[in-house]
């Protein structure tokens, strides 16, 4: 047996210590990989925690304990594909090194590499070299790991790497490889191991661990959680510190810990919102208490201009409301709007369509006017990652479950890089409290299931018993929609617009791209009657944008 696999089945098991000598075996190679695709060593170090805690978070998943090496590779892949959607910092990345030094004469690649110092000049050098030639380098020399590790993780032959590794040195000037032949493998370097253990305490609610790692590093407290970027290129709740974390997923002993150690309790997250507005959000009166006892002011403005009380008697956080009221929190604080959160208690509960003339009409006028959906049948919601998909299907859950009283069917591919833990808290942070993962045989006619296509497909296009059902497929930004399988026949077929994102039209569904029952389908308008029919606030999030949402 591989000699790490006991530790990973431990860890599986939920064994925190058996993780470590995971992260300790495997952590400087997911660095090496995550720095030869970025070429920037904080970047790298931000990748390199996001997906060490996603493994934490997702080794139960994972149905071939050999393949972890390969499958830890991928998601760090993943993650800095996410990371890169932002701007770049101003520093040299890989491959602006390996463009550059293409371009240039022999003088101008030696300058390039003479003016950095030792380890710059063997990321630059190492930028000019392929992909796969560059991760190969990266977790031999780099990592350490021997030829066999290296071939496993790149799904190749070891005869492979070593040509691969032959070519890269010949490839590199001999001051280079002098270097790399100088060049010891590095444990995980142990700030980033330390913020790697500290992150899996907060997630797993160990309040102890989180305490220890605290006494030996106090600067975790205001450390920004992994993947940062990554949450606000996907638009997703996330962001923030330690603190934000522990409030979003409820781990109240963790709170407390952070709080006794001085945690702030003002700062937002990307979103905007203090940790005290997310325990409004996701209805944590408990947690809501220890930070105001910690001095979290009632009255703070968060996202859209909203006080953490607005948020609860939008969402109905009644439990939050009261202790926010008890701690000195002002009723008549208005908005941006004028509106105070007694006005928003008193909007009127929305009318939303019924099912008639066998159309699943959803109140989302884009889609009912220009793709409308038989009941029963299938839709295909297709685009880009950061246009709003998984809003648009927190509100279509949303609307379904106002409606008819029943809780949608939410399918994701559990192993995905964003897995079912992420999706039910940017649910949940989206009010929509009712979701199930019901099997087929208990669904009918009367059942919403939204489905993520490659689950849909590995299972053979199922109608799961009469639902109505939506399949979402969301990929990489630059990737080519030509370039994905092709699909079978559908009812409908949404397409959300990343340039109708960028004019802040929500959602920004394509109604020259997407089409339905076209009994029903109206005639697209014009100019800005068009605009007006495309834009519609939504529901699940008023808490976020301080608008109304429309039926």
């Not at 031999?140 to 492979?160: D, K, N, Q, R, Y």
Request: proline residues 8%; aromatic residues 6%.
């Amino acid at each position: 047996m591989t000699p790490w696999i006991p530790d990973l089945q431990a860890a599986q098991a939920g064994d925190a210590r058996a993780f470590e000598r995971l992260v300790q075996r495997f952590g400087a190679g997911a660095h090496a990989c995550a720095l030869a695709w970025l070429g920037d060593a904080a970047r790298a170090d931000e990748v390199t925690q996001e997906a060490l805690l996603h493994a934490w978070l997702h080794l139960r998943e994972l149905r071939d304990p050999p393949a972890f090496p390969a499958w830890l590779r991928r998601v760090v892949r993943k993650f800095a594909d996410r990371v890169t959607r932002r701007a770049s910092p101003p520093t040299m990345g890989l491959e602006a090194a390996h463009t550059e030094a293409a371009g240039a004469g022999g003088a101008d690649a030696e300058a390039l590499l003479t003016r950095q110092d030792s380890e710059g000049a063997l990321r630059a050098a190492l930028a000019t070299l392929p992909e796969p030639e560059r991760l190969a380098v990266a977790l031999h020399h780099l990592a350490g790991w021997p030829v066999a590790e290296v071939a496993a993780a790149l799904s190749v032959t070891p005869a492979a790497v070593k040509k691969r590794l032959q070519r890269a040195r010949g490839r590199l000037r001999a001051q280079v490889t002098a270097m790399l032949d100088q060049t010891a493998p590095r444990p995980l370097d142990a700030r980033l191991h330390r913020a790697v253990r500290f992150f899996v305490a907060v997630r797993q609610g160990d309040a102890t661990t989180v305490q220890a790692a605290l006494a030996e590093d106090p600067n975790l407290l205001d450390a920004p959680q992994p993947g940062a970027a990554g949450y606000k290129a996907m638009g997703a709740p996330g962001d923030g510190t330690a603190l934000h974390m522990a409030v979003r997923h409820g781990a109240e002993a963790v709170v407390h810990a952070l709080l006794a150690a001085g945690a702030e309790t003002a700062g937002p997250d990307h979103a905007g919102h203090p940790p005290l507005h997310i325990a409004a959000l996701t209805d944590r009166p408990a947690i809501a208490r220890a930070l105001l006892a910690a001095g979290a002011d009632p009255n703070a403005l968060g996202a859209a201009g909203l006080t953490a009380l607005h948020v609860a008697r939008i969402r109905g956080s009644h439990g939050v409301a009261q202790a926010l009221l008890a701690a000195g929190a002002d009723p008549q604080a208005r908005d941006g709007a004028g509106r105070t959160p007694a006005d928003w208690a008193a909007l009127p509960a929305p009318t939303l369509p019924p099912v008639a003339d066998g159309v699943f009409w959803t109140g989302v006028r884009a889609l009912d006017r220009f793709a409308p959906l038989p009941v029963g049948g299938v839709a295909r919601l297709r685009g880009a990652h950061g246009v709003g998909m998984m809003v648009l299907l927190a509100e279509l859950l949303w609307r379904h479950a106002t409606r008819t009283g029943r809780a949608g069917v939410y399918l994701p591919w559990m192993e995905r890089v964003y897995g079912d833990d992420d999706v039910q808290a940017w649910l949940h942070d989206l009010g929509v409290a009712h979701v199930t993962r019901t099997e087929e045989g208990t669904l009918g006619p009367e059942d919403l299931v939204v489905v993520d296509h490659v689950v849909w497909r590995q299972a053979g296009h199922p109608t799961y018993g009469g639902a109505t059902v939506v399949v979402y497929e969301g990929w990489e930004v630059g990737l080519d929609p030509a370039d994905l399988p092709e699909w079978p026949a559908v009812d409908a077929e949404w397409v959300l617009d990343r340039g109708l994102a960028a004019q802040g039209i929500w959602p920004a569904v394509d109604p020259a791209q997407s089409r339905g029952l076209a009994a029903f389908t109206q005639p697209l308008p014009a100019g800005e009657a068009l605009a007006r029919v495309l834009r519609q606030p939504f529901f699940v999030a008023q808490a976020h944008t301080g608008w109304p949402g429309e039926a």
